[in-house]
């Protein structure tokens, strides 16, 4: 059984160790700045993560924190700044934000070429053509944990179960050359047929344990995107522990796409860096 598991944070060490190395090798050190607003606990502890991962990389981290009785303006005067600073190689804007801001018009403040997570309108364009230099983090993290697996990726029925289909759009890119890719949403008719015919399943739905044994093909590989609090313990979207003696590979919730989603943050900063010279 422990075969099937795909180790997140295992592999996340792996690639945080290769980016050390590679962070050592460039010309300064890259910069990372996250925009936190208000106080949601799960915020802070992303960026608290994100901070961790900074320093085990060697890579600068600087934090802005705002309280919810700020304004927008107050907000993308902080980002313009940032945008200008030749120390900031990448920024993030952790979501979600409180309702009282507007996500769209600060997240469209930041300079595109250094929107780390790829949310900038621009980008999500590039990301739909498939003309993009460097995928969000999240669904290359996915991608890398499918390819942890060794398995060959020809042929496949792919499946994204998510809610807005954008989401789905860095999959289609990388494997619908030589896979067919469905992107569905629970508004979708036959979502469910559909998902028991996935070779690959990514679930991104935010809903406890919404995908049970019955629901899957017989060795798919399962990536659980979702992270929802059961009482004391966070789950995924996936039961776990009943998909996972019917699944070729299942990821773990906690352990599995969180960990290799910051990881792949900051491998995209390395990559920033290299494109923007700065």
Known sequence: MPDKIIDGKELSRKFLQK?????????????????????DPSSHLYVKLKRYACDECEINFHKYVFEDNQTDEDIINCIEFLNKDPETTGVIVQLPLPEKYNTEKIIAALDYRKDIDGFHPKNQESMKKCDYKIMPPLPLAIIELVNSTKE???????????????????????????????????????????????DILIVAIGCVQLITSDMIKQDAIIIDVGINQLGDIVVGDVDFGGVLKKAKFITPVPGGVGPMTIAMLLQNLIELKKINRT
């Open 152 to 198: 060959i990726i020809e042929n496949k029925n792919i499946v994204v179960l998510c809610n807005h289909k954008l989401f789905g759009d860095p999959f289609n890119c990388h494997w619908a050359k030589n896979n067919t890719v469905n992107i569905l949403t629970l508004e979708d008719l036959g979502w469910k047929k559909k998902v028991a015919q996935a």
């Open 19 to 39: 980016i050390k190395e590679q962070a050592r090798e460039l010309d300064s050190k890259p910069g990372l700045a996250a925009v936190l607003i208000g106080d």
